[in-house]
């Protein structure tokens, strides 16, 4: 699997994922995220809002069922 699999499996399985909290799970730099997380954005794949509590932190969720998570 791939870092950007890694990352798509780890929202789906885990919705509302932080930037923090997908950089610890994928060991990559914020910089090095934040490129997969856009990839990821533009081909629709996953969306970001912006948490109520903390407008510098964006929070992850996938669109639809547009991946199958396997266990």
């Given at each position: 699997?791939?870092?950007?699999?890694?990352?798509?499996?780890?929202?789906?399985?885990?919705?509302?994922?932080?930037?923090?909290?997908?950089m610890?799970?994928?060991?990559?730099?914020?910089?090095?995220?934040?490129?997969?997380?856009?990839?990821?954005?533009?081909?629709?794949?996953?969306?970001?809002?912006?948490?109520?509590?903390?407008?510098?932190?964006?929070?992850?969720?996938?669109?639809?069922?547009?991946y199958?998570?396997?266990?």
């Amino acid at each position: 699997m791939n870092t950007r699999e890694k990352i798509l499996r780890a929202i789906v399985q885990q919705p509302g994922l932080t930037t923090r909290e997908i950089m610890a799970i994928a060991q990559l730099s914020r910089t090095n995220t934040r490129e997969h997380l856009q990839k990821l954005e533009s081909l629709s794949l996953i969306y970001s809002q912006v948490d109520g509590n903390n407008l510098n932190k964006h929070r992850y969720y996938p669109v639809g069922s547009s991946y199958e998570a396997k266990s």
